[in-house]
Nanobody, 113 residues
Framework: VQLQASGGGSVQPGGSLRLSCSSS????????VAWYRQSPGKERELVAS???????YLLDSVKERFTISRDNAKNTVSLQMNSLKPEDTAVYYC????????WGQGTLVTVSS
């Protein structure tokens, strides 16, 4: 299984980015899809997740700003990020769980003026 993350880049505070994670395996059967991030010197943290039953999780600091979604037809998981802040700067990783977890390679998001 290959997960390809894309969409990262550099934006100013208040800007928006949309991350995408394309899967080589059909995601309709996945248990959960998620986005994590890791900043320099910090542990990787769960940012958002979406379970097969529709249960969603969002990190408190991104609520009202980030949205996770999945497109089973395109085998893609997305993270829409609005009102970005400098503290959102990190490498973002997608993860999809079937019988085990698979990770994308990470995409860098830099929020700076």
């Amino acid at each position: 299984v290959q997960l390809q993350a894309s969409g990262g880049g550099s934006v100013q505070p208040g800007g928006s980015l949309r991350l995408s994670c394309s899967s080589s395996r059909a995601i309709f059967s996945s248990i959960i899809v998620a986005w994590y991030r890791q900043s320099p010197g910090k542990e990787r943290e769960l940012v958002a997740s979406l379970a097969r039953d529709g249960t969603r999780y969002l990190l408190d600091s991104v609520k009202e700003r980030f949205t996770i979604s999945r497109d089973n037809a395109k085998n893609t998981v997305s993270l829409q990020m609005n009102s970005l802040k400098p503290e959102d700067t990190a490498v973002y990783y997608c993860k999809i769980r079937w019988t085990r977890d698979y990770w994308g390679q990470g995409t860098l998001v830099t929020v700076s003026s």
